[in-house]
């Protein structure tokens, strides 16, 4: 059973420029979730979604972040006007049904806003 | 609001000797705890988990930690260190679906 798959691995994109980030859940997942993880810090939750919903999304930044996960395809977190301080590790986690606190994680995007 | 404190950025152990990392918890509810582990740029693997049950819970490569209510503590610890559990570990704890997780531990085992 293949993991959590993330693409790209790292991204590197200049201030100004949007960002997508993918994540596909692990096969029979449903529940996907994000985290950021900024330099010499933890993971932050950012959102979490099920097919078609945002859950929770009370740890996006108000403006220019967005995340979806469509009913069919990977789900997507997207940064709109990339600035400098976005640069961090953003990991997707994934979870079955009627099992949400175990989150599997995938390697994680590692953008870079030059 | 669920957090986690982990005590001490940075642990360095010997070969062979006992690795213990420190994580104390806050929650209003009863914790759902976990050890993560995160090799250099990757993501992060479960190493254990305690929900319900049993105070001492048993991980993957040979890592166990014990629950205790009384000192709201989690604390991790492998008997023998190896040179590949040298690693950041991350203590988290959940709130129904959001972790919450503490700043992490860097371990360096030394030969």
């Known amino acids: 059973n293949a993991g959590v798959m993330q693409n790209p691995r790292h991204l590197v994109r200049r201030r100004g420029q949007e960002a997508r980030l993918r994540c596909s859940p692990m096969k029979g997942h449903s529940h996907v979730y994000w985290y950021r993880q900024l330099p010499e810090e933890g993971l932050k939750f950012m959102v979490y979604?099920?097919?078609?919903?945002?859950?929770?999304e009370s740890g996006m930044p108000k403006e220019r972040f967005s995340a979806e996960f469509p009913k069919e395809g990977p789900s997507i977190l997207r940064i709109q006007q990339v600035v400098r301080g976005d640069s961090a590790a953003y990991f997707c986690?994934?979870?079955?049904?009627?099992?949400?606190?175990?989150?599997?994680f995938g390697p994680g995007t590692r953008l870079t806003v030059t | 609001a669920q957090s986690v404190t982990q005590l001490g950025s940075h642990v360095s152990v010997s070969e062979g000797a006992l690795v213990l990392l420190r994580c104390n918890y806050s929650s209003s509810v009863p914790p759902y705890l976990f050890w993560y582990v995160q090799y250099p740029n990757q993501g992060l693997q479960l190493l254990l988990k305690?929900?319900?049950?049993?105070?001492l819970v048993k991980g993957i490569n040979g890592f166990e930690a014990e629950f205790k209510k009384s000192e709201t503590s989690f604390h991790l610890t492998k008997p023998s260190a190896h040179m590949s559990d040298a690693a950041e570990y991350f203590c988290a704890v959940s709130d129904a679906y959001k972790l919450s997780f503490g700043a992490g531990t860097t371990v360096t085992v030394r030969a």
């Open positions: 305690y929900t319900t049950g049993a105070t």
């Open positions: 986690a994934s979870s079955p049904e009627q099992r949400e606190t175990e989150q599997y």
């Open positions: 979604l099920q097919k078609e919903n945002i859950i929770d």
